[in-house]
């Protein structure tokens, strides 16, 4: 598999905390590879590296062989890579259609003279697939915390990412959505949305602490402790790594395999 986002000796720190140490790996483009460890473990750090909202101290981030490394967010975005957030922040105030427009909007997704039906179209294509549709029209502050998530997800589809990084997808999701969920995400990278088969769809990366869940969807998992990688390998690998179940599943759930 070609290499499709290249992460080399990335290196952030705040004050005298070395929050993210010498980080290297490879997301190819077929692949969903789940991030996991402690809090505190460097993973948000990483996600916010790669998307330009911070700025590392050493090392470099490169897309699809272009080095993005330090590049502003909306550039970022525009070049297809596109991050959903742990605390969701819409506009409550505004229906959530519209929510999903101007992130489409902002994103530079829409093209000089497209028509507003045509926006409106992908933003409810965005929502159908995440199961919301059937609430455009009512303003954000009536979502519950899961509806919360799904927004967040439809607002980063609209904008038609090639690498889409999640973070926390399954966080505050009841059993039954958690596993809605799941499936989404996993119909998402094989290219169903909204009822139909699209030629392939968006690489991935999960930041997760459900555990048993992520497993069942990714094909790689990287594990951090101290902003450093401990270990990268398949769920099986890493579910008998020792190196990690005394780091992080032991602690957390041991036996998740």
């Known amino acids: 598999m070609a290499s499709f986002l290249e992460v080399e000796k990335l290196n952030k720190s705040f004050g005298g905390l070395k929050a993210v140490r010498d980080m290297s790996f490879q997301i190819h483009r077929e692949e969903i590879v789940g991030v996991i460890g402690p809090n505190g473990s460097g993973k948000t750090t990483l996600i916010r590296l790669i998307t330009g909202v911070l700025k590392p101290d050493a090392g470099a981030v490169r897309f699809k062989g272009e080095d993005i490394t330090g590049r502003a967010s909306c550039s970022i975005v525009k070049r ?48 159908e697939f995440c199961g919301i549709a059937h609430l455009a029209k009512e303003k ?43 499936k989404s995400i996993k119909r998402l990278h094989q290219g169903g949305r909204f009822g139909r088969l699209h030629s392939e769809g968006p690489a991935m990366l999960i930041i997760e602490h459900k555990l048993a869940e992520l497993m069942k969807i990714v094909d790689r998992v990287i594990v951090l402790n101290h902003g450093e990688i401990l270990a990268i390998g398949t769920p099986d690998e890493i579910a008998h790594n020792e190196s990690v179940i005394e780091a992080y599943i032991g602690r957390a759930e041991k036996g998740v395999a």
């Open 80 to 127: 297809g890579i596109v991050a959903t957030h742990q605390v969701v922040r819409p506009f409550r105030g505004l229906p959530i259609i519209t929510n999903v427009i101007i992130g489409c909007i902002g994103a530079g997704k829409v093209k000089r003279g497209e028509w507003v039906k045509r926006v409106e179209a992908k933003a409810m294509d965005s929502l």
């Open 140 to 182: 954000a502050s009536i979502l519950s915390h899961g509806d919360l998530t799904r927004l967040e997800i439809a607002r980063a589809l609209a904008t038609e990412p090639e690498l889409l990084m999640l973070d926390e997808p399954l966080g505050g999701l009841n059993l039954h959505e958690t596993e809605l969920m799941a």
